[in-house]
C-alpha cells in the first residue's frame, strides 16, 4: 500500500491493523512485536509481526485461518506504536504523532482492542522558494506468512506442504526484503496484466465488462496457495464459503476459463495434487474424486471413497480441462497462443523424468525483471510438455473416460456441480458434459500418440452426441430439457462452453484444423481419421446453438439468465458460459442484465455467483460469496482466444438470420459500472 501526497501544506498520515488479520476468533489471545531489519543501501525495515498467542495449526475459524504470522512492515524512518484504538487514534488526531512506543500487555483481539500503527509526516512547505507543489509518498507492506501452508495426502503419504516461497528464500526475513523491495517491478508487472486485461475485456464484451473481469480476477486468484517445489509446483485452492471444500474439481472447472486467460500452467498446477493423489491408489473409486478433503487446509483425501458423488460432473470436468491445458501449448505462432503471456521466454524443455513438464527451473530475467516463467508450450516445447504431461497419468485419463462411456449417455439420480438445486436423473446438460468429456479424450489420447484409443473415442462420442440429441430436445425442438423426461422443463446448456473452447465446433467447416501427430514426421504415411459419417458441421450440432441462443433470450429475467425451469436464480459463472457461445445479440443482453444486478442491488458482500434475477437481486436463501469460481466471468476471454484465435470466428453461424427484436423493457435503464479499477 502506498501513500502519495501533493500540495503545499504539511500533512500527517496514520495506519494501523488490529488482530483480526491474525484470527477469525474475535475471543483469541494474540501477541506481538516489533522488528527492525537493514536492507543496504542505508535502508530499513520496521515490522509488526502479529500472531495468536496458541496457534491452532491448519485449522480455521468461520474461514479464516487460525496459524501464522501477520507481517505489517514500513520504512524505518516512519514513527510506530501499540495500544488501544480508543486512544491511540484519537490522539494521533490530536497529535498528528505516534510516540514509538510497544504496548507489551499481550490480550484479546477485542479486549480493549490492540492496535498497531504507523505514522508519517510529511513537509511540504517547507521551501518557501518555489509555488509548486511538492510531492512525496511512503510504501507499506502486508503479508501473512504460514508454513506450512496445508496438509496434503500425496503420492508419498499425508505431508504438511511448505510454501513454494521456500524454495528460494531461506528465512521470512529474506522473503520479506525481496517482497518490499521488488515493489516497483511487481507493479510494472501487474499494470501489464491489468492493461491488456482491460483492452480485451472492452474488446470483448463492454465498459461494464472490463470492472467485472477486473475484480473477478483478484477473488479467483485471492482462493489459492504455492506450495511444492521448483521440480514439481502445485496450487492448492479453497472452496470458500459454500463448505470449504478442497481442490474440488467442479470449482475448479467453472474457474478455469480465468487461469487459461491469464497463466495456463497455473491450471496445470491446481490439476496435479487431484492426479498425484489418484494415481497414488489413494481414492478407491474408478471416477473422478469430488475434492481431496472435506475443509482446507486438509487434504487427507477421500480413502473410503465417500465424497460427494458427482461421478459424471467429475470425470467430465477433469477431462475437458486436461484438453484445454493440452491445447493451451499447441500453438506454432505467438498470436495463436490462448494467453497473451504464453509465448514469452525461452523454448527450453525439462526432459528430466523426476520432474513436472511444467516445472520452475528454468526462470528467467526479462527487461530488468528476475525471476519469470519461461515459455508455455508453443511449437515442438509445447508437443513435448503435452506429451510428457499426458503419458505420466494416462491410465488415469483413460480410467475416467471409460466411466462415462458407461455412465453419462443416461446419467442416473446424482449431483450435477449445482448441488444445491439437489440431485437428478437423466440432466440433459450433465450428459452433454459427459459425452464432450469423451469427446476431449480423443485429443488426449492424440498427444500421447496412442492412435487406436483416438478412433475408439471419436466412434463413441459422435454415436453418443446424436443419441444425447434425440433424448435431451424438447418436443417442439426450441431449447434443451432439464432433463430427458421431464416435459416442459428448460436449462440453461452451460457445458456447449466446452464444445467451443475445445475447438469441437469448428469439425466439419473450413476453419477447422487437425493437430499434428508429434511422434509421425510429414513424410510418413498418417493414420486415417474416422468419418463423420454425415455433412453435419460441428460435434455439437450448430443448430443447437442456435436454439439456445433464441431461448436464452426469451427467458432472460431482469437481472440475469435463471440456471433452469426450476427457480428463478441464476448461477453467473454459468451465465457467461452459456453467453459465450450466444450471437452477439444475446450475449450483451445476458452482459447488460449482470452489469444492471451489479448496480441496482444491495448485496454489499464480496462478489456472489448465486443470486435471484428478480425481486432484489439478493440472495436465493443460499449464501454465496468471495468464491473463486467467479473466473468463469472470464468465459468470453478465453473463447476470443481458443483454437488459435479462430473460436469465435466459428460461432459466426449464429449471427445468420438473427431477428431479434425491438426494444426490450428489460433493459429500459442504461447503466453503467465506470471505467475505474474496483
Given at each position: 500500500?502506498?501513500?502519495?501526497?501533493?500540495?503545499?501544506?504539511?500533512?500527517?498520515?496514520?495506519?494501523?491493523?488490529?488482530?483480526?488479520?491474525?484470527?477469525?476468533?474475535?475471543?483469541?489471545?494474540?501477541?506481538?512485536?516489533?522488528?527492525?531489519?537493514?536492507?543496504?543501501?542505508?535502508?530499513?525495515?520496521?515490522?509488526?509481526?502479529?500472531?495468536?498467542?496458541?496457534?491452532?495449526?491448519?485449522?480455521?475459524?468461520?474461514?479464516?485461518?487460525?496459524?501464522?504470522?501477520?507481517?505489517?512492515?514500513?520504512?524505518?524512518?516512519?514513527?510506530?506504536?501499540?495500544?488501544?484504538?480508543?486512544?491511540?487514534?484519537?490522539?494521533?488526531?490530536?497529535?498528528?504523532?505516534?510516540?514509538?512506543?510497544?504496548?507489551?500487555?499481550?490480550?484479546?483481539?477485542?479486549?480493549?482492542?490492540?492496535?498497531?500503527?504507523?505514522?508519517?509526516?510529511?513537509?511540504?512547505?517547507?521551501?518557501?522558494?518555489?509555488?509548486?507543489?511538492?510531492?512525496?509518498?511512503?510504501?507499506?507492506?502486508?503479508?501473512?506468512?504460514?508454513?506450512?501452508?496445508?496438509?496434503?495426502?500425496?503420492?508419498?503419504?499425508?505431508?504438511?506442504?511448505?510454501?513454494?516461497?521456500?524454495?528460494?528464500?531461506?528465512?521470512?526475513?529474506?522473503?520479506?526484503?525481496?517482497?518490499?523491495?521488488?515493489?516497483?517491478?511487481?507493479?510494472?508487472?501487474?499494470?501489464?496484466?491489468?492493461?491488456?486485461?482491460?483492452?480485451?475485456?472492452?474488446?470483448?464484451?463492454?465498459?461494464?465488462?472490463?470492472?467485472?473481469?477486473?475484480?473477478?480476477?483478484?477473488?479467483?486468484?485471492?482462493?489459492?496457495?504455492?506450495?511444492?517445489?521448483?521440480?514439481?509446483?502445485?496450487?492448492?485452492?479453497?472452496?470458500?464459503?459454500?463448505?470449504?471444500?478442497?481442490?474440488?474439481?467442479?470449482?475448479?472447472?467453472?474457474?478455469?476459463?480465468?487461469?487459461?486467460?491469464?497463466?495456463?500452467?497455473?491450471?496445470?498446477?491446481?490439476?496435479?495434487?487431484?492426479?498425484?493423489?489418484?494415481?497414488?491408489?489413494?481414492?478407491?473409486?474408478?471416477?473422478?474424486?469430488?475434492?481431496?478433503?472435506?475443509?482446507?487446509?486438509?487434504?487427507?483425501?477421500?480413502?473410503?471413497?465417500?465424497?460427494?458423488?458427482?461421478?459424471?460432473?467429475?470425470?467430465?470436468?477433469?477431462?475437458?480441462?486436461?484438453?484445454?491445458?493440452?491445447?493451451?501449448?499447441?500453438?506454432?505462432?505467438?498470436?495463436?497462443?490462448?494467453?497473451?503471456?504464453?509465448?514469452?521466454?525461452?523454448?527450453?524443455?525439462?526432459?528430466?523424468?523426476?520432474?513436472?513438464?511444467?516445472?520452475?527451473?528454468?526462470?528467467?530475467?526479462?527487461?530488468?525483471?528476475?525471476?519469470?516463467?519461461?515459455?508455455?508450450?508453443?511449437?515442438?516445447?509445447?508437443?513435448?510438455?503435452?506429451?510428457?504431461?499426458?503419458?505420466?497419468?494416462?491410465?488415469?485419463?483413460?480410467?475416467?473416460?471409460?466411466?462415462?462411456?458407461?455412465?453419462?449417455?443416461?446419467?442416473?439420480?446424482?449431483?450435477?456441480?449445482?448441488?444445491?438445486?439437489?440431485?437428478?436423473?437423466?440432466?440433459?446438460?450433465?450428459?452433454?458434459?459427459?459425452?464432450?468429456?469423451?469427446?476431449?479424450?480423443?485429443?488426449?489420447?492424440?498427444?500421447?500418440?496412442?492412435?487406436?484409443?483416438?478412433?475408439?473415442?471419436?466412434?463413441?462420442?459422435?454415436?453418443?452426441?446424436?443419441?444425447?440429441?434425440?433424448?435431451?430436445?424438447?418436443?417442439?425442438?426450441?431449447?434443451?430439457?432439464?432433463?430427458?423426461?421431464?416435459?416442459?422443463?428448460?436449462?440453461?446448456?452451460?457445458?456447449?462452453?466446452?464444445?467451443?473452447?475445445?475447438?469441437?465446433?469448428?469439425?466439419?467447416?473450413?476453419?477447422?484444423?487437425?493437430?499434428?501427430?508429434?511422434?509421425v514426421s510429414e513424410h510418413d504415411q498418417q493414420p486415417l481419421e474416422p468419418s463423420h459419417g454425415s455433412n453435419k458441421t460441428g460435434f455439437v450440432p450448430h443448430h443447437i446453438y442456435k436454439k439456445q441462443s433464441d431461448w436464452y433470450h426469451i427467458v432472460r429475467q431482469r437481472y440475469g439468465l435463471p440456471l433452469d425451469s426450476r427457480h428463478l436464480y441464476t448461477k453467473t459463472d454459468w451465465e457467461f458460459f452459456a453467453a459465450a457461445v450466444t450471437s452477439k445479440t444475446v450475449r450483451s443482453e445476458i452482459l447488460q442484465s449482470v452489469a444492471k444486478w451489479v448496480n441496482e442491488t444491495s448485496t454489499d458482500r464480496p462478489l456472489t455467483d448465486l443470486h435471484d434475477t428478480e425481486g432484489n437481486g439478493g440472495f436465493p436463501g443460499v449464501t454465496f460469496m468471495a468464491r473463486p469460481v467467479v473466473g468463469g466471468h472470464f468465459a468470453f476471454l478465453t473463447l476470443e482466444k481458443a483454437c488459435g484465435g479462430k473460436a469465435m470466428e466459428g460461432l459466426a453461424f449464429l449471427e445468420q438470420g438473427e431477428k431479434l427484436k425491438g426494444p426490450?423493457?428489460?433493459?429500459?435503464?442504461?447503466?453503467?459500472?465506470?471505467?475505474?479499477?474496483?
Amino acid at each position: 500500500m502506498t501513500v502519495h501526497v501533493s500540495g503545499g501544506f504539511n500533512v500527517d498520515i496514520y495506519v494501523d491493523v488490529n488482530g483480526q488479520w491474525a484470527s477469525g476468533d474475535r475471543a483469541s489471545q494474540i501477541m506481538w512485536e516489533l522488528s527492525h531489519q537493514h536492507l543496504g543501501n542505508g535502508k530499513a525495515l520496521k515490522t509488526w509481526k502479529i500472531r495468536r498467542e496458541t496457534e491452532q495449526l491448519l485449522s480455521e475459524w468461520r474461514d479464516q485461518a487460525e496459524w501464522g504470522t501477520l507481517h505489517f512492515s514500513a520504512p524505518s524512518d516512519v514513527r510506530h506504536e501499540s495500544g488501544t484504538s480508543g486512544l491511540l487514534r484519537p490522539r494521533f488526531a490530536r497529535t498528528g504523532t505516534l510516540q514509538n512506543a510497544i504496548d507489551d500487555e499481550y490480550r484479546g483481539i477485542m479486549d480493549e482492542e490492540p492496535v498497531f500503527a504507523f505514522a508519517k509526516s510529511f513537509s511540504l512547505n517547507a521551501s518557501s522558494s518555489s509555488s509548486a507543489p511538492s510531492s512525496d509518498s511512503v510504501m507499506f507492506t502486508i503479508a501473512h506468512i504460514q508454513d506450512p501452508v496445508v496438509q496434503y495426502a500425496s503420492a508419498r503419504g499425508l505431508t504438511f506442504m511448505r510454501p513454494l516461497w521456500t524454495s528460494w528464500f531461506s528465512s521470512v526475513e529474506s522473503l520479506l526484503e525481496f517482497h518490499y523491495l521488488d515493489y516497483h517491478n511487481a507493479f510494472k508487472l501487474a499494470a501489464n496484466y491489468s492493461t491488456q486485461l482491460a483492452k480485451d475485456a472492452y474488446k470483448s464484451g463492454s465498459e461494464d465488462y472490463v470492472d467485472i473481469v477486473a475484480l473477478s480476477a483478484r477473488q479467483a486468484m485471492g482462493a489459492t496457495s504455492f506450495a511444492g517445489t521448483p521440480d514439481n509446483p502445485i496450487l492448492f485452492l479453497k472452496e470458500i464459503s459454500s463448505n470449504g471444500n478442497f481442490q474440488t474439481i467442479d470449482v475448479i472447472f467453472p474457474a478455469f476459463p480465468f487461469f487459461l486467460y491469464t497463466n495456463p500452467r497455473w491450471l496445470a498446477y491446481l490439476l496435479e495434487p487431484l492426479i498425484e493423489h489418484m494415481l497414488s491408489g489413494q481414492y478407491p473409486n474408478k471416477y473422478a474424486m469430488h475434492d481431496l478433503g472435506y475443509h482446507f487446509p486438509n487434504a487427507t483425501g477421500h480413502a473410503d471413497g465417500r465424497d460427494e458423488y458427482m461421478p459424471v460432473e467429475e470425470c467430465g470436468n477433469i477431462l475437458i480441462m486436461g484438453l484445454a491445458i493440452v491445447n493451451s501449448l499447441t500453438y506454432d505462432t505467438d498470436t495463436a497462443a490462448g494467453s497473451v503471456w504464453s509465448s514469452m521466454g525461452s523454448q527450453s524443455f525439462d526432459a528430466n523424468p523426476e520432474t513436472s513438464a511444467f516445472s520452475l527451473n528454468n526462470l528467467e530475467k526479462r527487461d530488468g525483471v528476475f525471476g519469470l516463467d519461461d515459455s508455455w508450450g508453443g511449437s515442438t516445447k509445447g508437443v513435448k510438455q503435452a506429451r510428457k504431461w499426458v503419458e505420466r497419468s494416462y491410465k488415469l485419463w483413460r480410467q475416467w473416460t471409460g466411466y462415462l462411456v458407461e455412465f453419462s449417455l443416461e446419467p442416473e439420480h446424482q449431483l450435477s456441480t449445482d448441488d444445491f438445486a439437489g440431485p437428478l436423473r437423466l440432466q440433459t446438460n450433465l450428459g452433454l458434459k459427459g459425452i464432450i468429456g469423451i469427446k476431449a479424450m480423443e485429443g488426449i489420447s492424440k498427444a500421447a500418440d496412442n492412435m487406436e484409443d483416438v478412433k475408439y473415442f471419436k466412434n463413441i462420442s459422435e454415436t453418443y452426441v446424436s443419441k444425447w440429441e434425440t433424448f435431451g430436445i424438447s418436443r417442439d425442438g426450441t431449447h434443451a430439457k432439464l432433463a430427458y423426461d421431464w416435459y416442459g422443463s428448460w436449462t440453461t446448456l452451460y457445458n456447449l462452453f466446452a464444445d467451443s473452447l475445445l475447438c469441437f465446433h469448428l469439425e466439419g467447416t473450413p476453419l477447422e484444423s487437425t493437430p499434428k501427430n508429434p511422434s509421425v514426421s510429414e513424410h510418413d504415411q498418417q493414420p486415417l481419421e474416422p468419418s463423420h459419417g454425415s455433412n453435419k458441421t460441428g460435434f455439437v450440432p450448430h443448430h443447437i446453438y442456435k436454439k439456445q441462443s433464441d431461448w436464452y433470450h426469451i427467458v432472460r429475467q431482469r437481472y440475469g439468465l435463471p440456471l433452469d425451469s426450476r427457480h428463478l436464480y441464476t448461477k453467473t459463472d454459468w451465465e457467461f458460459f452459456a453467453a459465450a457461445v450466444t450471437s452477439k445479440t444475446v450475449r450483451s443482453e445476458i452482459l447488460q442484465s449482470v452489469a444492471k444486478w451489479v448496480n441496482e442491488t444491495s448485496t454489499d458482500r464480496p462478489l456472489t455467483d448465486l443470486h435471484d434475477t428478480e425481486g432484489n437481486g439478493g440472495f436465493p436463501g443460499v449464501t454465496f460469496m468471495a468464491r473463486p469460481v467467479v473466473g468463469g466471468h472470464f468465459a468470453f476471454l478465453t473463447l476470443e482466444k481458443a483454437c488459435g484465435g479462430k473460436a469465435m470466428e466459428g460461432l459466426a453461424f449464429l449471427e445468420q438470420g438473427e431477428k431479434l427484436k425491438g426494444p426490450d423493457p428489460r433493459d429500459q435503464v442504461v447503466l453503467t459500472l465506470g471505467g475505474g479499477e474496483l
